[in-house]
Nanobody, 126 residues
Framework: QVHLVESGGGLVQAGGSLRLSCAASGRTFSSYPMGWFRQAPGKERECVAAITQSGGITYYGDSVKGRFTISRDNAKNTVYLQMNSLKFEDTAVYYC???????????????????WGQGTQVTVSS
């Protein structure tokens, strides 16, 4: 069982930056691939970034490539999402998610993730 808690959301002007954090409980955090998803009102949930257990490989959605950076610190049981050059269309609730260790993992698919945080709101003003 993994309990995830996101933080760092808020209101920012377009062009600004935010860093989201996701703190995980449990001693096996380093065994879980992690992802950041977002969902805007009336839109489907989409994966914006994902990272392998060691942090050696990262994946990004096309809409955030070059602007967002995912990273993790396994010693702190935390995964981060650095968001730069924010746009109005980045406004959404952002969720972190953990995929079960040892299972087949398709990083962009929400069905690949078993544990979810409660979400944190990011609002970008234009």
């Amino acid at each position: 069982q993994v309990h995830l808690v996101e933080s760092g959301g808020g209101l920012v002007q377009a062009g600004g930056s935010l860093r989201l954090s996701c703190a995980a409980s449990g001693r096996t955090f380093s065994s879980y691939p992690m992802g950041w998803f977002r969902q805007a009102p009336g839109k489907e949930r989409e994966c914006v970034a994902a990272i392998t257990q060691s942090g050696g490989i990262t994946y990004y959605g096309d809409s955030v490539k070059g602007r967002f950076t995912i990273s993790r610190d396994n010693a702190k049981n935390t995964v981060y999402l650095q968001m730069n050059s924010l746009k109005f269309e980045d406004t959404a609730v952002y969720y972190c998610a953990a995929a079960p260790s040892g299972s087949r993992w398709y990083w962009a698919f929400s069905s690949s993730y078993e544990y979810w945080g409660q979400g944190t709101q990011v609002t970008v003003s234009s």
